[in-house]
């Protein structure tokens, strides 16, 4: 009788239980329905012509970046996240703390790498750019979220520009601009580091000397001005002028017949 009475009693419940699932089945799916997906995007969408793919750059604290990523659950994002091209191509792949960037690259929808960031060390990182063709486009290094050493390139891979500052950044140590055919567009080098001062060469298209002396930096003016004697040439590298400077104002010139 008693395993019966326990048999009735049971019945009802499984029977319960299986009219039950569906209802919870059907409530299960519909939340999951409501749950917002990662975003994919058009090329166009995030590609900026002139500054490249800088819809990460928020998220990198390292760089002055201070917003947060967010999971589709709401939690700030932790280790590696992908996004990717309504293509399906791939668009960003990051490693993010606590909802921050430490290391990420992005894609051109063709595939090839847009940026790579890396932190070297706590005050230390790399960020290179590359044209869509694989090419580098520039490459610095950050001191504590400011350039310290950048070199930058046209895209037929020749340089264009780099710049070389003190371990600090508290002063310029080099910089140089070339034309894009290679040649040599003009120069500023440190030659005495007390005085901040330093020798200057511009040069023409053609490769010939165009103008060299020496400028001194001041700092309460954050400015460089040009110093002493200032020397000019003509395109075929003839001296044609000569110049004397003071605190960045000319005192005097001469011709050079």
Not at 65 to 77: F, H
Not at 93 to 122: A, P
Not at 147 to 171: C, I, L, R, V
Not at 211 to 222: M, P, Q, R, S, Y
Request: aromatic share 14%; glycine share 6%; hydrophobic share 30%.
């Amino acid at each position: 009788m008693s395993i019966r009475r326990s048999t009735s009693i049971r019945y009802p419940v499984v029977i319960a239980a299986l009219l039950l699932f569906p209802l919870f089945a059907q409530a299960q799916l519909s939340l999951d329905k409501q749950v917002p997906r990662p975003k994919k995007y058009t090329q166009a969408e995030v590609l900026d012509s002139t500054e490249g793919i800088k819809i990460y750059e928020k998220l990198n604290n390292a760089l002055g970046g201070d917003s947060v990523r967010y999971t589709v659950k709401g939690y700030a994002c932790q280790d590696w996240v992908d996004d990717y091209y309504v293509s399906g191509q791939q668009l960003h792949h990051g490693y993010y703390v606590e909802g921050q960037l430490r290391t990420y690259k992005n894609f051109y929808e063709n595939g090839q790498v847009e940026r790579y960031f890396r932190m070297i060390n706590f005050s230390n990182h790399q960020m290179i750019l590359y044209y869509p063709d694989g090419k580098v486009r520039s490459d610095t290094y950050f001191y504590e979220g400011q350039p310290n050493k950048t070199s930058e390139y046209y895209p037929n891979g020749n340089a264009e520009f780099y710049e070389e500052n003190a371990k600090k950044n508290d002063h310029l140590v080099v910089r140089k601009f070339f034309f894009e055919n290679g040649w040599p567009q003009s120069t500023t080098e440190l030659i005495d580091e007390k005085k901040k001062k330093y020798a200057v060469k511009e040069y023409h298209e053609n490769g010939q000397l165009k103008e060299e002396g020496t400028v001194v930096f001041h700092k309460e003016l954050d400015n460089y001005l040009k110093e002493e004697t200032w020397k000019n040439y003509d395109e075929k590298g003839k001296l044609v002028l000569i110049q004397e400077y003071s605190l960045g104002q000319l005192s005097q010139e001469k011709k050079v017949e």
